[in-house]
């Protein structure tokens, strides 16, 4: 579809720009279908060389930036990122870097890197988060309003069943101050966040462009 | 009296044709760019000119005296000689001549009738021209008894004794507020201007008051910041500025009251913006924060 590029093959109409990322399975991903986004980074394209920035949910590789991007990784431009504000970014994005320590869950509730890349959050749940959920609280340390209406999501956008009370459980955390935080922002959803400038970004938008985005993938 | 002209026409955006009456996005956007920046070029030059945006593929055309569009024109060519010292030429030739080399468009670019897009796009990265005789900017940390301020053209004055004195410019709500430290120790911020090949003209500039326990980072930072044009560097010392700071909301607050003196790059201007907006309600910083914000939005939209 028009806008969404294979990062790596494709070229883009901008010769910088920062972008939504995700990686797509194929046959080497057996776990999920053909098609389906299943990995939530951040592209950044600058002076003719390509970057990936993401949080790998790894606890050893933990975040990444560097230029080894997969070779079926799609993108969408995101307009809310002026590309004269690209070193800008990149010197966030190294910041963090070095500062944050993320660790997995799937949790988002308005969090985002501050000064220096360490970590805000006025919730229990701290610096816990997916791979889409890090590109979040990127977005929303660069950007002056949140990114996206994130309480347009609710914890039904996760069911794992159990998951809540099995993740206080192991921690002992009261599930009372974490179940606030609890939703899934897929990194399809994400992706299809993309066609939108005007920030916050509501679910009801992403969720028109979700179908044509899907659709796409898959049949690419 | 004879006119000229100087035209800039998109042709071809990822291969189909363009056409003023049905365009795409992109080529919507790369046009409106090269445009604004053909605009921006000209009415730097002379507002006595025109423009007129026409159908035939997408053409954006600068017209107006010969003389006018001939100066134009020169302006141009010291560009793509790395001859201009014009911040706002280089810059936006450097936009115009981006779209051309984009090989996803087909640009001309055309004055009396001859195309030059060529030499444009031949051209290397178009940067403003560093003037010989130019005065250099240096930040420092000034400390004195301070035993006056005041005056139409206001300043204020450290004294060394034994008649040395150094004479520091201020504006008049800053002498309102230096007011408070008269027959004081204290220390500034200040910008130095001076010309490299003439000490005795040296100009200080007022920045801001900084507390006895500041100025060990604002020297720090000042030197710094003074050792490097690389823009990656000066943003990497905002970090570490905020970073080693003991009393982060103080320190940045002065930055931000005096960014104007401290950073060049819009990028630099974002990071403070980072850096800050966790204490954006603070009230040490929340009215020259929202200044700052308007001069970005400002700055934003004119580069």
């Known amino acids: ?113 501050d000064i220096d890349g360490t970590h805000f959050s006025d919730k229990a749940i701290g610096e816990r988060m997916t791979c889409s959920g890090f590109c979040l609280n990127v977005l929303k340390g660069f950007l002056e309003d949140d990114y996206i209406v994130y309480t347009d999501w609710d914890s039904s956008t996760h069911q794992l069943e159990n998951y809540l009370q099995d993740f206080c459980n192991i921690r002992g955390l009261n599930i009372n101050e974490i179940e606030i935080s609890h939703r899934r922002i897929s990194p399809l959803e994400l992706l299809s966040s993309g066609y939108y400038s005007n920030i916050p970004i509501t679910k009801e938008q992403v969720d028109s462009k979700i179908g044509s985005v899907e659709d796409y993938l898959k049949n690419y | 009296m004879e006119t000229e002209k100087l035209e800039i026409i998109l042709e071809y955006a990822n291969n189909s044709y363009v056409n003023l009456d049905n365009m795409s996005i992109e080529a919507l956007e790369s046009f409106l760019a090269v445009t604004n920046a053909l605009k921006n070029i000209a009415g730097s030059v002379s507002t006595d000119i025109n423009f007129s945006i026409k159908k035939g593929s997408a053409c954006a055309a600068v017209f107006g005296t010969k003389t006018d569009i001939y100066n134009v024109y020169g302006r141009i060519e010291e560009a793509i000689n790395g001859e ?3 911040d706002i030429v280089t810059s936006n030739l450097r936009e115009i001549q981006k779209h051309i080399k984009n090989e996803v468009y087909k640009y001309q670019f055309k004055f009396a009738n001859e195309n030059f897009d060529n030499k444009i796009r031949e051209a290397k990265k178009i940067v ?27 300043n204020y004055h450290f004294d060394y004794g034994n008649g040395l004195k150094t004479t520091i410019e201020c504006d008049i709500p800053q002498a309102l507020e230096l007011r408070e430290y008269l027959y004081q120790n204290i220390s500034c911020l200040v910008q130095k201007k001076y010309s490299p090949d003439d000490e005795n003209n040296t100009t200080y500039y007022h920045c801001a008051v900084i507390k006895n326990e500041q ?27 905020s970073e080693y700071s003991k009393s982060v909301i103080e320190d940045l607050s002065i930055l931000v009251s005096c960014y104007n003196y401290l950073f060049q790059d819009i990028n630099e201007l974002k990071t403070l913006l980072i850096l800050t907006k966790n204490f954006k309600d603070n009230p040490l910083i929340k009215d020259k924060r929202e200044k700052l914000i308007k001069e970005f939005e400002v700055l934003m939209n004119k580069i």
């Open chain 2, 128 to 154: 403003k021209k560093r003037s010989k005789n130019f005065y250099k900017h240096e930040l420092t940390v000034l400390t004195g008894y301070f035993n006056e301020v005041g005056g139409n053209d206001p």
């Open chain 1, 1 to 113: 579809m028009f806008e969404i590029i294979k990062t790596i093959s494709e070229q883009d109409i901008k010769d910088e720009f920062v972008a939504i990322g995700a990686y797509v399975s194929d046959s080497r991903i057996p776990q999920f279908s053909n098609g389906t986004p299943y990995h939530s980074l951040i592209i950044i394209k600058y002076q003719d060389e390509l970057f990936q920035f993401h949080y790998t949910g790894d606890p050893t590789l933990g975040i990444l930036l560097d230029n080894s991007i997969d070779s079926n990784c799609f993108h969408k431009i995101t307009d809310t990122i002026d590309i004269k504000l690209i070193p800008a970014f990149i010197m966030m994005c190294k910041r963090i870097l070095k500062n944050a320590n993320p660790k997995y869950g799937y949790f988002y509730s308005g969090e985002f890197y």
């Open chain 2, 84 to 86: 201009s010292d014009d």
């Open chain 2, 215 to 241: 100025t060990r980072i604002f020297r720090k930072f000042a030197e710094d910041l003074n050792s490097t044009t690389d823009l990656f560097a000066r943003i990497d010392l905002l970090y570490d500025f």
